[in-house]
Structures are given as C-alpha cells and as structure tokens.
C-alpha cells in the first residue's frame, strides 16, 4: 500500500512520517481488506494543526477523516481514529449484508465547477443570471447501489453523492439531510404529465 505523507508550509520530519506510516497501516490492515492507496496531508490554521486522511479501496470506495488539534502528532491521532471507525462500519456493513464486492465498482467521467459565490453587480439583468465559473475539474460518478451510494457518502464524509443506480441506470443522489436522515432523490420513469 502506497501512503503520501505531505505537509503544506509544514516540514514533515522523518519521525512524524514513520509515525503516519506505521499507525495508518495498522488501521488499514485491520478493517480494509485490501487498501490500495492512502494520502495523508497536514496544515496549520492558527495555533491548531490540522490533519485530513483519505483512503482508496479496491472496491473503489474512498473514506475520508480529519482532525485537529494543538499537537501534530494528536491531530493525525484523532483523524486516524475517524478513519478506523469509518472503515469499521464499512466492514461491518458488508458482513451484516452478506455481500463484499469483489471488483471495483464502475464509474464514468464528468466535469465539476466552481461558481463564484458573490457575482459582482451587473446592471444587465441577463447576464447577471449566468454564473461565474472559478475553476473546472474532472471527476467520476460511480455505478453503485442506493445502498452502496449512502455508504460512499457516510465514510468520504460528503454531504451528497450523485451516483448511477447499478439496478435501473438513472441518475441518483443521496444526501444528508438536516434532521441526521438520509434522502434519496432519483429521477421518475415517467414524465410528469403537463398542466392545462
């Protein structure tokens, strides 16, 4: 398994990393049969350091976690503890279901935006309706379950994931809602009928 260990306007130390290297792998080795990559990347935001780990499955799955704290060892601690907690599910879940995916899920490509938040005053009404596209990255929707989908997004800890439904080929999201449930929103078969 291949583990990335940065620091942004931080010098990682030989130390830390054998600490990242050796803790990450337990965890990994212990509720992800077979992890493929990790990266594991760390800030400073004041006088707190942060910490984001993410994980690639060979399922295709990736889990996410991070943590904070005023001590860079502590903070990788607490996202690695998150981490390990996600993956514990994820295992869990598939032993409860009684179904482990055994080749990577399908995903196919598509392009995601970031739109300016605050566009400046226009005075042209028509062009103030058209956003203003900041960046542009490519990504992936993958082919899942509904229920595959919830636990994408439960362990990469995202607020939705658009996904394909593996049983009938639409489109779907699930997303968390604000009352801690899950929503579902997946397009109807038939057209909504027109209105008179």
């Known amino acids: 398994m291949q583990i990335d260990v940065n620091g942004k306007q931080i010098d990682i130390g030989d130390a830390l990393r054998g600490h990242v290297v050796g ?31 993410s994980a690639h499955l060979s399922t295709g799955m990736k889990a996410q976690a991070s943590g904070r704290a005023g001590d860079i060892y502590a903070a990788f601690d607490m996202a690695n503890d998150r981490l390990a907690k996600q993956l514990r599910r994820y295992k869990r879940r598939l032993k409860n279901h009684h179904k482990a995916r055994n080749t990577p899920f399908e995903s196919f490509g ?68 604000d009352d801690g449930n ?15």
């Open 23 to 53: 803790e990450l792998t337990a965890s990994m080795e212990k509720y992800a049969e077979r992890p493929t990559e990790a990266a594991v990347t760390f800030t400073r935001d004041g006088h707190e350091f942060k910490c984001e780990c």
């Open 110 to 177: 598509a392009s995601s935006f970031v739109i300016e938040a605050d566009a400046p005053d226009v005075e042209d009404a028509s062009e103030s309706l058209q956003p203003v596209i900041i960046a542009e990255a490519k990504t992936s929707i993958p082919v899942l379950s509904v229920g595959e989908a919830v636990l994408q997004m439960e362990i990469g800890e995202e607020p939705l994931l658009m996904f394909r439904n593996e049983k009938n080929n639409e489109i779907g999201v699930v997303y968390r809602r």
């Open 182 to 196: 899950v929503g579902w929103i997946e397009p109807s078969s038939t057209p909504p009928a027109a209105s008179a």
